[in-house]
């Protein structure tokens, strides 16, 4: 069964065909993909401008489509069901998506299905060459959710904690904007902080004793006066790198004691991350390293499936459909939803 996923949820148009003849041959199952990211064309503005992004995937659907049949060799009469991003996020964006998908498969009167863009996020650690088994933890990092869910099968998932403000990755791209790194911060401060020291400064770790929910605006106003406050914040790397490395350690740090937490709570032996801010090299060497000690493992996509991707969406699919599960011919998007 050859299934095309479609991710039109935010910033980036991602296409990918996942077939599940490879996996009788010990392959993953993905058979091509294509991804085409608007980050440019945001960069000016500092962040995602939703009507702007609407329709810069109208433009890219069908070349994008045309290329990635062509990469996999395929014709599109090949394509046995379609899976897109139904929800969470932008309205116009997930339409984009959610019509060229669903009218796609009506033209090739094939079955189509709407998936949550985070379940799509939580699956891709199993298209990766370590693949986690049910039960697993699962901590979902992203620009707009931090979730720690129970994973105890497909569509079975069940919420421990959630941020009750910001989410990790817009805390990233916050404290990027502070100290003046271009969008999208993530991976920028990311690189800064390879330089700094991040015992430097202290920041702190909100709600580390109560429970399994996050907070991080606190975190954001932390970082605003210590950026005010530290002479050199705007010119100096030194200072700068020390900066973007404390607060780094400090949400690491908060995210991993959540996690050991959430599989001790749980009794669970895995931990799967997964969302842009998975692709965080400090969060996966101190999660390796603190999960050792309780002997659990931690399971990640590779990098490239960490930020959003087609693939993901691909794979959801052809699990939900596998379930026996396929959406009406009328189009539903739902801009906010739980999992
Ligand atoms: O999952 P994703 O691509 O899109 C959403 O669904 O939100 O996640 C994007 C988020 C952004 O906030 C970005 O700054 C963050 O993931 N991110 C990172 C890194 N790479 C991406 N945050 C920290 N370190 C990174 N290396
Ligand atoms: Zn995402």
């Known amino acids: 069964m050859k299934v095309l996923g479609l991710e039109t ?17 010990g392959k993953n199952g993905l058979l091509g993909q294509v991804l085409y990211s608007q980050i440019e064309l945001h960069a000016t503005y500092g962040g995602v401008v939703p009507e702007l992004a609407s329709r810069d995937h109208i433009r890219k659907l ?47 009167d094939v079955p189509a299905i709407g998936i949550h863009h985070m379940e799509g996020h939580l699956l891709s650690p ?41 989410a990790a990755g817009e805390c990233f791209d916050k404290a990027a904007k502070m100290l ?11 690189r800064l902080a390879e330089q700094g020291d991040p015992l430097k400064y202290e920041l702190p770790r909100p709600m580390l004793h109560r429970g399994l929910d996050f907070s991080f605006s606190g975190m954001k106003t932390a970082v605003h006066n210590l950026v005010k406050d530290t002479p050199g914040s705007d010119n100096d790397e030194q200072v700068r790198a ?16 959540k996690c050991v937490k959430a599989l001790k709570q749980t009794g669970m032996k895995q931990l799967v991350i997964a969302g842009g801010v998975s692709a965080n090299l400090h969060l996966r060497q101190t999660l390796e390293q603190q999960l050792a000690k309780i002997g ?4 990640y996509a590779p990098l490239e499936l960490c930020t959003d991707n087609g693939a993901m969406i691909a794979y959801a699919g052809y699990q939900r459909l596998q379930a026996g599960q396929q959406d009406a011919l009328s189009v539903s998007c739902v801009p906010r939803w739980n999992i």
């Not at 994008?64 to 969470?88: F, M, R, V």
């Not at 003046?180 to 990311?190: H, K, M, R, S, W």
């Open 242 to 257: 020390d900066i973007a490395a404390s607060f780094q350690h400090a949400v690491v740090d908060t995210l991993v004691k």
């Open 62 to 108: 069908v070349p994008l489509l045309d290329e990635l049949l062509a990469q996999c060799d395929i014709s599109k009469d090949e394509i046995d069901a379609i899976a897109y991003t139904k929800g969470p996020g932008l309205i116009g964006a997930l339409m984009t998506g959610a019509l060229f998908g669903r009218s796609l498969a009506y033209g090739l």
């Open 180 to 190: 003046g790194l271009p969008y999208p911060g993530g991976p920028n401060v990311a």
């Open 296 to 299: 659990a493992t931690v399971h």
């Open 9 to 25: 949820s935010c910033d980036e148009t991602g296409l990918a065909i996942f077939d599940s003849e490879l996996l009788a041959e």
């Open 126 to 166: 199993l298209l990766g060459p370590n693949p986690p088994k049910f039960p697993f933890v699962s901590l979902l990092v992203s620009g707009g959710h931090t979730l720690l869910v129970a994973a105890h099968g497909i569509g079975e998932y069940e919420i421990l904690g959630e941020s009750i403000d910001d």
